[in-house]
T-cell receptor, first 108, second 112 residues
Framework: GIQVEQSPPDLILQEGANSTLRCNFS?????LQWFHQNPWGQLINLFY???GTKQNGRLSATTVATERYSLLYISSSQTTDSGVYFC??????????FGQGTRLTINP | DGGITQSPKYLFRKEGQNVTLSCEQN?????MYWYRQDPGQGLRLIYY???????QKGDIAEGYSVSREKKESFPLTVTSAQKNPTAFYLC???????????FGEGSRLTVL
C-alpha cells in the first residue's frame, strides 16, 4: 500500500518562529488533508489540498502531486499551535492513509 | 450545530468484557470510519462504511465489529478477542468518495 512519511518527527521552536512541515507519499493520490491534533486528542481539519496552494491566516499549504509531496507552513508560531500535525492521503476508494505525524512544541 | 458526536469520552472496562463505542453524525454524510490511535502513533483504520447496511474491514479489524443500520450511526464494538484494546478511538465521516474527512472528539478506552 501507499507509504506516507512526515518530517521532521519532532520540532521545538520559540514563539514567533516560522516552520515548515513536510509530507512525502509513495504513489499518486487524489486526496490529501492536513490535520492538527490538539492536546485533548481532537483532530482539527486544516487543509483539504490534493494539489495547489491554500492559505488560511498564518497557515498555508502546498501540494505538488506530480512530485509526491506536500508542505505545511506555519508563520509567527503561537503556543496554541503546539500539538501533532498529521498528513493523510487517499488512494483508491474511501481509504485515507495517515502519516506518523510531526510533534510541534512552541515555547513561550 | 452539525457535527460528529462520540460517546463516551472516557471508558474503563475489565479485561474480557465487550465494549460498544457510539458515533453519531448529523452531517448527512454517506461514509463513516473508525480509527484507532496508540500513544505517539498515527491513525489506523479499523472499519469503514460507505452506505447503510454495508461495511468493510480496514487494516486492523480483528477483534472489532460494527453495524450501520442508520445513516447517522456507526457504533463500534471492541470485543474480548481484541488483544490490546486500550487505545484512543476516533470516528470520522465524509460525504462521498472524494470529500473532506471530519472527525469526532474521540473515545479513550482503558482496559484494566
Amino acid at each position: 500500500g501507499i507509504q506516507v512519511e512526515q518530517s521532521p518527527p519532532d520540532l521545538i521552536l520559540q514563539e514567533g518562529a516560522n516552520s515548515t512541515l513536510r509530507c512525502n507519499f509513495s504513489d499518486s493520490v487524489n486526496n490529501l488533508q492536513w490535520f492538527h491534533q490538539n492536546p485533548w486528542g481532537q483532530l482539527i481539519n486544516l487543509f483539504y489540498i490534493p494539489s495547489g496552494t491554500k492559505q488560511n491566516g498564518r497557515l498555508s499549504a502546498t501540494t505538488v502531486a506530480t512530485e509526491r509531496y506536500s508542505l505545511l507552513y506555519i508563520s509567527s508560531s503561537q503556543t496554541t499551535d503546539s500539538g501533532v500535525y498529521f498528513c493523510a492521503v487517499k488512494q483508491g476508494a474511501q481509504k485515507l492513509v495517515f502519516g506518523q505525524g510531526t510533534r510541534l512544541t512552541i515555547n513561550p | 450545530d452539525g457535527g460528529i458526536t462520540q460517546s463516551p469520552k472516557y471508558l474503563f472496562r475489565k479485561e474480557g468484557q465487550n465494549v460498544t463505542l457510539s458515533c453519531e453524525q448529523n452531517l448527512n454524510h454517506d461514509a463513516m470510519y473508525w480509527y484507532r490511535q496508540d500513544p505517539g502513533q498515527g491513525l489506523r483504520l479499523i472499519y469503514y462504511s460507505q452506505i447503510v447496511n454495508d461495511f468493510q474491514k480496514g487494516d486492523i479489524a480483528e477483534g472489532y465489529s460494527v453495524s450501520r443500520e442508520k445513516k447517522e450511526s456507526f457504533p463500534l464494538t471492541v470485543t474480548s478477542a481484541q488483544k490490546n484494546p486500550t487505545a484512543f478511538y476516533l470516528c470520522a465521516s465524509r460525504q462521498g468518495a472524494g470529500g473532506e474527512l471530519f472527525f469526532g472528539e474521540g473515545s479513550r478506552l482503558t482496559v484494566l
